[in-house]
């Protein structure tokens, strides 16, 4: 978690800048070990791969998979580059309030931005009860496991990490009255590979052992998916 506190001077609050709210940890390192590690001395598993892979992107398509498709094709490229969500489909995305995981540990993306937009308003008015002056307050979370629901979501990315930055002005007050302005903007990154030892027991472990033996191939190759959503404003009392 990222945290910075700064006071205000002759009574004037601490400006918000545009790029408070583009704080986020840093993004992981793509693993490439595998990358071109199985041999194909007849071709023949090549070839397999190949049309099973083909199979895969034509569902895409055919199930109106759009970002799911883009990040298909991005992978059998086989560059490795870094790609970057649009905007507009993070916010889609981090809209979604529930998810089809059976597990605690995953949470949706709603839930982790709420939880970082109140800690900030709640440390910001801690600090401004304490000193008396105005204060801003810059708050980042840690990377957390978030997932949606939608299909073209959980087909583009599954499981994946999102950061919530959140900038608080806060003006000494009463108790529910402190003069509050806010900045908050979500940041979200994954790595695009797959793994042969998930157990989805259905086709779906079929296309992901494809795409597994795609990078072992040397057809495929993982790479890191990111981007931000757009900054939200708030002001009020409280």
């Excluded at 099973?52 to 799911?68: E, H």
């Excluded at 709420?114 to 600090?127: F, H, P, Q, T, V």
């Excluded at 597994?212 to 790479?223: D, N, V, Y």
Aim: glycine residues 6%; negative net charge; contains cysteine.
């Amino acid at each position: 978690m990222h945290e910075e506190v700064l006071g205000g001077e002759n009574g004037q609050a601490p400006p918000i800048k545009s790029y408070d709210t583009s704080i986020h940890p840093n993004f992981p390192v793509v693993d490439t070990s595998k990358f071109k590690t199985l041999r194909d001395f007849t071709g023949e598993l090549i070839q397999a791969n190949a049309t099973q892979a083909a199979a895969v992107g034509i569902y895409f398509s055919s199930r109106d998979r759009p970002v799911a498709k883009k990040l298909f094709d991005h992978y059998y490229r086989v560059t490795g580059d870094d790609y970057v969500l649009d905007e507009s489909t993070i916010e889609n995305w981090i809209s979604e309030d529930r998810h089809a995981y059976n597990n605690p540990a995953i949470s949706t993306c709603p839930a982790a931005i709420s939880a970082n937009k109140e800690a900030a308003i709640s440390r910001a008015i801690a600090e401004v009860d304490k000193t008396q002056s105005p204060v801003k307050v810059i708050l980042s979370t840690d990377w957390v496991i978030v997932a949606g629901i939608s299909n073209d979501h959980v087909q583009s990315l599954g499981r994946y990490s999102l950061a919530s930055t959140t900038v608080v002005v806060a003006h000494p007050g009463a108790a529910g009255s402190h003069q509050i302005e806010l900045r908050q903007q979500s940041h979200i990154c994954d790595i695009y590979n797959f793994h042969t030892d998930d157990d989805y027991g259905n086709m779906a472990q079929s296309a992901v052992n494809t795409m597994a033996q795609s990078e072992e191939l040397g057809l495929a190759k993982s790479f890191l998916v990111y981007g931000s959503g757009a900054v939200h404003s708030w002001s009020g009392s409280k």
